[in-house]
């Protein structure tokens, strides 16, 4: 007798593709890169502009996380986890 408690093999397989660790990273590099591009067009002041030479970091760093987060997902979509079949136990 089993001491897990028994779940159909669809939602394992959907919890195993959402815990895979590219959906984790590519989903924090998208909340990241979403607050970054934000802050880049909301907040870029005069004394910014002359810490970074003009350049607008937040904005770049900003499309630069929310295109690896886009690599990232890509990737899990693309190239999705084949888990082993788990053997059925007997009652």
């Not at 084949?82 to 136990?89: F, L, V, W, Y």
Request: glycine share 10%; proline share 5%.
């Amino acid at each position: 007798m089993s001491a897990r408690p028994h779940s159909s093999p669809d939602t394992s397989r959907r919890s195993d593709v959402l815990f895979d660790i590219r959906t984790v990273i590519g989903g924090l590099f998208a909340v990241y890169g979403i607050v970054c591009l934000v802050w880049g067009l909301v907040s870029f002041t005069a004394a910014d502009r002359a810490k970074t030479g003009g350049v607008n970091l937040n904005l770049w760093t900003g499309i630069g996380m929310l295109a690896l987060a886009a690599v990232f997902i890509g990737w899990t979509l693309l190239r999705p986890l084949h888990p082993a079949e788990q053997p059925e136990e007997d009652a």
